[in-house]
């Protein structure tokens, strides 16, 4: 049921999990044009939202599909595949919506449907969606084209060595300032501060040279181009990127190599990890996965860093703007020799704010971060041990070693 003001309208909606799409889209929204009216995502305050069209023109006449700005688009368009449009524009009722959000997907028919048969078909639609949604996003392996990642990962090898890490940094924004201070030295950035500079000290000078003579713009320009040069030079230096990546993803990679060779650990495909991992709930898509003996927990498992950063993204763009929500996770997943003969709901002693998935012999300890950039290696530390401890005492419960 929506409401803005007197105008009111009620949608029945079905909800079910799609989580075998989390590492490939985190939302996408398809509307009816009908039911839009003159409403427009782009109204939301917390983020920023974009349109995308296909070849079918009657698909584009009937529905808007938003994604969210910065996502990289690549399984949308091999998601709406030919035979997936035709059954939108054939097969479904007017007024058929849906949106996929990090792994949820939400069906919604216009009305109030109490009818059975009204509501069975919607079910049936919902249903018939999300397999199609999902045999999509099974077909997508670690070799996949929406993986792929070399030149990124080639930038990202040349832009690390700029700077010799004698110590592991202590937290991410140490990364990221080093990495910056490079940054400032580039003769890029130089030139674009000092084109940046000269504009807002040329039309001070040009007003004083006007008002008290060539010397009186000389002596008030030239502070001002000194104190403009340093404000540009920062500014230019923070949205620098090395080749494809951007300072701020430079500096998180350059933190997470350090923290995972201090601690011994090996840090594993993350395309792999979520391929072998399909259908598992996960509060986002995985940026690193630090595999080994954990550091505080004693126990084998990998330490997965979930994120919806833009600094991960394929674009660098900003995809959310609001910070009363969580932008990543940390979460520390373990295998289990067999399954546990209790459900670890209803045993798990978990600390506040940490969350437990379980799927079979797979446990996943997650909380919610405020973001990647915030991360540091003495709160990483603490989160493995605290969430060792968790599936120590469920492991215990079950008679088994605690991790593999």
Same mark, same amino acid.
């Given at each position: 049921? +929506?409401?803005?003001?007197r ?13 075998e799409?989390t590492?490939?889209i985190?939302?996408?929204v ?10 427009? =995502? ?6 920023? &939202? ?12 009937? +529905?808007?599909l ?7 688009t690549q ?11 035709? #059954?939108?524009?054939s097969e479904?009722?007017a007024?058929f919506g ?6 949820? @997907?939400?069906v919604?028919q216009?009305?109030h ?8 078909? @919607?079910c049936? @639609? %919902?249903?018939?969606l999300a397999?199609r949604i999902?045999t999509?996003a099974?077909?997508?392996g ?12 080639t930038d ?8 010799? #890490?004698? %110590?592991p ?12 201070g ?5 003769? #890029?950035?130089?030139? /674009?501060?000092?084109? #940046?500079?000269?504009v807002?000290a040329a039309?001070i000078?040009?007003v ?18 000194a104190?403009a040069?340093?404000?540009?030079r920062?500014?230019v ?9 951007s300072?701020?993803r430079?500096?998180?990679? %350059?933190?997470t190599?350090e923290?995972?060779h ?5 840090i594993?495909n993350? &395309?792999a ?15 690193h ?12 498992g990998?330490?997965? /860093? ?18 009363d929500r969580?932008?990543?996770a ?11 003969g209790?459900?670890p709901? $209803? ?8 969350r437990?998935? $379980? ?6 300890v997650w909380?919610?971060v405020?973001?990647? =950039?915030?991360?540091?290696a ?6 493995? %041990?605290?969430?060792g401890r968790?599936?120590?005492g @469920?492991a215990?419960?079950a008679?088994?070693p605690?991790?593999?």
């Amino acid at each position: 049921m +929506y409401a803005d003001g007197r105008d009111r309208s009620e949608s029945t909606v079905v909800v079910t999990s799609v989580p075998e799409t989390t590492a490939f889209i985190r939302a996408l929204v398809c509307r009816d044009r009908s039911r839009l009216g003159g409403a427009d =995502l782009a109204q939301l305050p917390g983020e920023r &939202w974009q349109r995308s069209e296909f070849e079918s023109v009657e698909f584009n006449r009937r +529905y808007q599909l938003f994604t969210l700005v910065g996502q990289d688009t690549q399984f949308m368009y091999e998601l709406f595949s030919p035979a997936l449009i035709s #059954w939108l524009c054939s097969e479904v009722p007017a007024g058929f919506g849906f949106e996929l959000n990090g792994g949820n @997907l939400s069906v919604a028919q216009p009305g109030h449907l109490e009818d059975p048969e009204e509501l069975e078909r @919607l079910c049936s @639609l %919902a249903a018939s969606l999300a397999q199609r949604i999902r045999t999509e996003a099974m077909e997508e392996g670690p070799g996949s084209q929406v993986f792929r990642e070399e030149r990124a990962l080639t930038d990202l090898d040349a832009a690390i060595g700029e700077v010799d #890490w004698a %110590a592991p940094p202590p937290t991410v924004g140490a990364a990221v300032d080093a990495y910056r201070g490079v940054a400032l030295r580039r003769a #890029w950035v130089l030139l /674009m501060a000092s084109l #940046w500079a000269l504009v807002p000290a040329a039309v001070i000078a040009g007003v004083a040279t006007l008002i008290a003579g060539p010397i009186a713009g000389a002596v008030v320009g030239i502070p001002v181009l000194a104190v403009a040069f340093v404000v540009a030079r920062s500014v230019v230096a923070v949205n620098y990127r090395f080749g494809s990546v951007s300072v701020q993803r430079v500096g998180l990679e %350059a933190f997470t190599r350090e923290y995972a060779h201090s601690r011994g650990l090996e840090i594993q495909n993350r &395309w792999a990890f979520h391929s072998d991992m399909r259908g598992f709930p996960m509060p986002g898509v995985a940026d690193h996965v630090l595999a080994g003996k954990l550091p505080g927990a004693g126990i084998d498992g990998r330490f997965v /860093m979930f994120g919806d950063a833009p600094e991960m993204r394929s674009r660098g763009e900003e995809m959310a703007l609001t910070a009363d929500r969580p932008l990543a996770a940390d979460g520390l997943m373990v295998r289990l020799p067999e399954s546990p003969g209790v459900d670890p709901a $209803t045993v798990a002693e978990l600390p506040e704010d940490y969350r437990l998935e $379980t799927r079979g012999r797979d446990l996943l300890v997650w909380r919610p971060v405020q973001g990647n =950039l915030i991360r540091t290696a003495k709160g990483s530390d603490a989160f493995c %041990a605290k969430a060792g401890r968790v599936v120590q005492g @469920l492991a215990s419960h079950a008679g088994q070693p605690p991790g593999s």
